[in-house]
């Protein structure tokens, strides 16, 4: 009765989670409130999903586009990082299967001044205060992923780590030391750090194998790497074998990023320089 309260403060559409293992299944988005009160019943008292929804969150439905966001800290201060936004379909104009990420780019366009405020004020100084007051002494990067909805910040995920692709496009517009923050997260000295960044637009396209996400083969020769104008190469499934040849060893192999004036000049710098590298399929 509780969770029918709650669902009548939500607006359509409605979100229930089986809190427990369900194979990807358990998520029921719903339009119609009498139908989320019915299967939330259905789910708590006749084992829609069995044990797995004997407990069962509700969640709001957020629907806008979604960026991520990087803080680097000592426990105290922290250092606000470029923001980036990955792309996760194989596909052009984002179809076709989810991977581990096909590119990003940096800085994103919708980040403006207004919604970056919001960003730091109600997202990552109240998380950063969480912490300490929970007395977790973390000290590294945290990765916050998050949706614009309508202007304003929601948190999707936390990671305690840099994103990949989203890092090649950030560090490529660094322009101070990143060695020097580390040495000062560590004396708790993160607020005498200066952190430089290029405003320029960084692009990165990632090269696959052919086949990924699904089966694809690996060791294929890659050639041209020495004709990638000012590229930045981040080797990411590549090995050298036993004739001192770079081959591939992943589904995503490289990723190659540039800087421009807009997204559009860097992006043409990335498929120039590409143009210039080939491995089979």
Known sequence: EQGKEFLRTLSSPYVLKADGLAAGKGVLILDDLNQAEKELEDMLKNEKFGEASSKVVIEEFLSGIECSVFVLTDGDNYVLLPEAKDYKRIGEGDTGLNTGGMGSISPVPFCNEEFMQKVKTNIIERTIQGLKAENINYQGFIFFGLMNVGGDPYVIEYNVRMGDPESESVF??????????????????????????????????????????????????????????????????????????????????????????????????????????????
């Open 172 to 281: 490529a517009r660094f322009d101070s030391d990143i060695v020097e923050a580390f040495t000062l997260v560590k004396d708790k000295r993160l607020k005498e750090y200066n952190i430089n960044i290029n405003p320029l637009t960084a692009t990165t396209v990632m090269l696959c194998s052919g086949g990924y996400p699904e089966s694809y083969e690996k060791n294929k020769v890659i050639s041209g790497l020495d004709n990638t104008f000012d590229a930045i190469i981040y080797h990411a499934g590549t090995k050298e074998n036993a004739d001192n040849q770079i081959v591939t060893s992943g589904g995503r192999v490289l990723a190659v990023t540039c800087l421009g004036e807009k997204i559009q000049d860097a992006l043409d710098k990335c498929y120039k320089t590409i143009e210039n590298i080939s491995f089979d399929k």
